[in-house]
Structures are given as C-alpha cells and as structure tokens.
C-alpha cells in the first residue's frame, strides 16, 4: 500500500473555491484505495485563503488565530478517517513568534506530522532573512516541511494572459524549481542539518540543475571570498521529492540524483484526481512497500499513526 504525502481537502465549512474534490474526503478516499492508496497527508498552501490567482495578497493578511481555526479544523476532518489522513500544519513563514507559537502547539497533536509553506511569499523566496526563524523553528521541530508553490507564484502576471492552467502547471512548478533552488545557495541546509524538505511537482526540474548550482555559486574573479564553502550540489542531494509531475523521464533522473531513499509518493490529489491513475502507474515499477517505509520514516509515521 502507498502513502501519498501530497494531498488537500478542504476542511468542512470552508468554501475558498477550488474543484468539487477538495470538499469530498469520502470520495478521495475511496479512489485512492482503489488504487492501493492508505493514507494521505492533506494540507493547505494557503490556510484559511484561495488558490485562485488575484487572490495571492490577501493569503498572507490571515492573522495566527485564523490560521489555527483552519488547521484545527483540518485536523478534526482527519480524526474522522484516523487510518487514511494525517495533516501538514500550514503558517506564513514570514509572520514571526505568533505563528511558530501555534504551529509549535499543533505539532504537539497526533493528527499534524508536518509544515506546508509556501515556496515564495508576494514575490520573495524563502531565502529571505525574514524566514530566519522559521528554519530555526522547522529545524527543531523535526518535522518535515512541504515547499508548496504560492496562488501566485513569481512571474504570475507575466503569464497570467496565457490563462489559469499555465499559472498552475507552468508557473508554480518553476516556482518549487527556483525557489527550493534559492535555499539551497543560500546555505539553508548547511546551517540546519536536520531540515527536511519535501519538493512537490517532482522538484520541478531540481534534479537536473546540480551541476549549474555549483557552477551559480562558484567563485568569480575579485569575488572569491563570496563564494561559499560547500558545494549547493551537496545540500541539493538532501532535499525529498515527491512524485506529482507525471513525467517518467523526470523521475527517473530524481531516482538518478537524489536516490530512492528520498523519493516519495505523492499526487497531488485532490484536486488532480482525474491523474491519480497516471500518477500511480508512474511509480509501477518501483516497489510501493519502498515508498511507503520513506514516509513511514521522513513522517515518524510508525510511532505518531
């Protein structure tokens, strides 16, 4: 049976928009079994917010006590269907001691194995100082961090004419690219050995930049002392992919660079539900019990299930 470690529902009474599966739990489920599918690991990327371009601002207006009313009550969606859900806790990772204070007091509850945040936050990566703390606190916690590309991801308005489905598909995948890309130059892994990252969408194209990484942060004639003293190539071999980009060749190289240790099975569904066979069948000729004990072990699920 497979663990999917990249899911979203929305939690009953909550109705942002999104696609009819987000408020349909039984009917995920339920797929998902059908297809070997146990448990998944459900969260949103904008709390309480929308998804929906032109909505990007005000995702980032929600105070704490909004967003632990959202994730409380995605948690009691998952206490509902103990053996098939667990959660994510969503926060701003720029919005400082308010919201690491409640993440910190959800993480303490069964339901929560991990943190969703966003990959850029209006505009800016996460290797803003502004996210100092916030991997400080991710490092310390021990849990695992979803790096979910934003409702609108950099370069949002520069496609947006193009329409909705290449925001979602094009813009936020390079998005995860560029901006799990930033902390890894900017050292966020050297300074905090126990981070771990998952990169959704497959890591976009992560798995083939290591060489133009080390090649971006290499030293440059009168800038020596700039350069850093380890290879991003390095760091980059830390991060976690999931598995939602259906594209064989693009696992492959993942399975290539970062090894099947730090794969894991993940969909994206809801709301891509209509790819959830595809996004299966991708992984059929890896054995689903390997995926399964990677989650079991990057989310403590053996001791917190």
């Known amino acids: 049976m497979l663990i999917d470690v990249h899911g979203h529902l929305a939690p009953p009474g909550e109705r942002a928009g999104g696609p009819p599966g987000l408020h349909d739990p039984e009917a995920m489920i339920e797929a998902k079994l059908a297809l070997g599918v146990e448990m998944t690991i459900i969260g949103s990327p904008v709390g309480a917010g929308s998804m929906l371009p032109g909505t990007g601002a005000a995702n980032y207006q929600q105070d704490a006590a909004t967003v632990r009313a959202h994730n409380e009550a995605l948690a009691e969606l998952a206490r509902r269907h103990p053996a098939h859900l667990r959660c ?153 992919v999931d598995t939602s980009c259906p594209n064989r060749a693009q696992l492959r190289a993942n399975l ?7 794969v894991l099975f993940g969909t994206d569904a809801p709301p891509l539900m209509g790819e959830l066979e595809r996004m299966v069948g991708l992984v059929s000729d890896l054995e689903a019990g390997a995926l399964a004990a990677n989650a079991e072990r990057v989310f403590g699920l053996g001791v917190r299930a």
């Open 88 to 240: 994510y806790a969503y926060l701003d990772p720029f919005a400082g001691e308010a919201m690491l204070g409640q993440a910190a007091e959800l993480l303490a509850e069964p339901e929560f194995v991990g943190l969703i945040v966003n990959t850029s936050v209006e505009g800016r990566f996460l290797s803003s100082p502004r996210a100092d703390d916030f991997f400080a606190f991710a490092a310390e916690a021990g849990v695992p961090v979803l790096l979910h590309p934003p409702a609108e991801p950099v370069g949002t308005d520069a496609v947006l004419d193009l329409g909705p489905g290449v925001v979602e598909h094009l813009a936020r995948l390079n998005d995860v690219t560029m901006g799990v890309a930033a902390l890894v130059c900017a050292g966020r892994l050297e300074r905090h050995p126990g981070l771990q990252l998952i990169a959704p969408g497959g890591g976009g194209a992560l798995g083939m930049l290591a060489e133009k990484l080390d090649l971006a942060m290499a030293p440059r004639p009168g800038r020596e002392e700039q350069a850093p003293r380890w290879l991003p190539s390095r760091s980059l071999r830390r991060v976690l």
């Open 256 to 262: 290539d660079f970062f090894g099947a240790d730090q």
